[in-house]
């Protein structure tokens, strides 16, 4: 992580889930996203991330890739498969065009190779904040043997 330019607060404050089992590089990330205006909670395993993503409403995920007890592309795909669709950021020392274009392709909304510097993740994290997902919704309507559905997310 390097230093650089602090950024401007938000106009809206955020819920943010970090994953990462890196306890300095989360602190460093809870620290800065609460300057920055936002609610930050931390999860340092795959398993207790996946739990907090599936049952908390977080605006915005920040995932590591490589975690203990369940990997970060595994806890996307999970979240995606079952309807999720808060936005993701892969933040991982894996930063070959391979590795990202892997984390972008499991369901990722953007990835950012560490080191990094801080203005450019609150600026990513705000970005994706305009996107925010939830949960789809399915509405389905029936009268005789018609069904009508639609789905809002």
């Known amino acids: 992580m390097t230093e650089a330019a602090s950024a401007t607060a938000p106009t809206e404050s955020m819920r943010i889930l970090i994953i990462e089992d890196d306890r300095e590089a989360a602190s460093y990330l809870v620290k800065a996203l609460k300057e920055a205006g936002h609610v930050a909670d931390h999860a340092a395993d795959g398993v207790e991330g996946l739990h907090l993503a599936e049952t908390r409403g977080y605006d915005v995920l920040i995932v590591d890739r490589m975690l203990p007890k369940l990997d970060g592309l595994s806890i996307i795909a999970r979240l995606r498969e079952s309807g999720h669709r808060t ?14 274009v892997k984390g972008l392709r499991a369901g990722g909304d953007d990835y950012l190779s560490k080191p990094f510097a801080i203005s450019e ?5 705000e970005v994706l904040g ?3 997902g939830g949960k789809d919704v399915e509405t389905s309507y029936r009268v005789g043997d018609l069904e009508a559905r639609s789905s809002v997310s």
């Open 130 to 132: 305009r996107r925010r």
């Open 121 to 125: 993740l609150l600026a990513r994290v």
């Open 87 to 100: 936005p993701v950021l892969i933040l991982s020392a894996l930063g070959q065009v391979d590795d990202r």
